[in-house]
């Protein structure tokens, strides 16, 4: 996992002695790799009384149509400029071109983030 917070070192090269540990709100977290099944999702804790549903599992999208907005199976990822590899492993991210059931469409939402796939299908 990647170091969270400021550099121990300053612009100059200097050390920087840490002011205190890693407060919980300060942790970062492992990334939610949303891959083509079943929908499971995932419900956490936010900052602030808040909470954040993460898509773990989704075979479904809400796809832009002609400025309707249609649900559509998702049937595989087809591309995945993050990553070549989610396109092997079927991880739905931002920016990726998925197989719907209506066409191929580019995901506009953050499926970890949101806990939902939103789309736009492509011409």
Not at 17 to 40: A, M, N, S, Y
Not at 80 to 102: F, H, L, M
Request: net charge positive.
């Amino acid at each position: 996992m990647k170091d969270q917070g400021r550099s121990p070192r300053k612009r100059t090269g200097g050390r920087r002695r840490p002011i205190r540990k890693k407060r919980k709100f300060e942790l970062g977290d492992e990334p939610t790799e949303t891959q083509v099944g079943e929908p499971k999702l995932k419900t956490l804790d936010a900052r602030g009384n808040t909470t954040k549903v993460r898509a773990m599992e989704t075979n479904v999208a809400s796809v832009a149509v002609d400025g309707e907005v249609v649900a559509a199976e998702i049937e595989s990822v087809s591309e995945n400029d993050a990553n070549p590899n989610y396109v092997r492993r079927n991880i739905i991210t931002k920016g990726a071109i998925v197989e719907t059931s209506e066409g191929e469409a580019r995901v506009t939402s953050r499926p970890g983030q949101d806990g939902q796939v939103n789309a736009v299908l492509l011409d």
